[in-house]
């Protein structure tokens, strides 16, 4: 009953900054960490952000200095500001959020960053 959606993806030139929404919705009573990871062709996914409900963040090192995670409870959504985008940043985004002690995932949103 639960579903992340997200939205913000799409072809931006390096140095350009993209922000990614992500939304839950349905039988939500708790939302709990919240975070966003990507994959790009013939790599593993991983971990780019993570925050928690007290608004503790992580950020890989990757895109530390670049990339900034928040959350609005009010709204269920988690964003992804990303600045100074580079080409090594394309990939899907994924939103993971943990809803009522589960884990969903979002439907992925492409990022495409050219040179």
């Known amino acids: 009953q639960v579903q992340l959606v997200e939205s913000g993806g799409g072809l931006v030139q390096a140095g350009g900054s993209l922000r990614l929404s992500c939304t839950a919705s349905?039988?939500?009573?708790?939302?709990?960490?919240m975070a966003w990871h990507r994959q790009a062709p013939g790599n593993q996914r991983e971990l780019v952000a993570s925050?928690?409900?007290?608004?503790?963040?992580y950020v890989a090192d990757s895109v530390k200095g670049r990339f900034t995670i928040s959350r609005d409870d009010a709204k269920n959504t988690v964003y992804l500001q990303m600045n100074s985008l580079k080409p090594e940043d394309t990939a899907v985004y994924y939103c993971?959020?943990?809803?009522?002690?589960?884990?969903?995932w979002g439907q992925g949103t492409q990022v495409t960053v050219s040179s």
């Open positions: 925050i928690t409900r007290s608004g503790s963040t």
């Open positions: 993971l959020a943990n809803v009522n002690f589960r884990d969903y």
């Open positions: 349905g039988s939500i009573f708790r939302i709990n960490n």
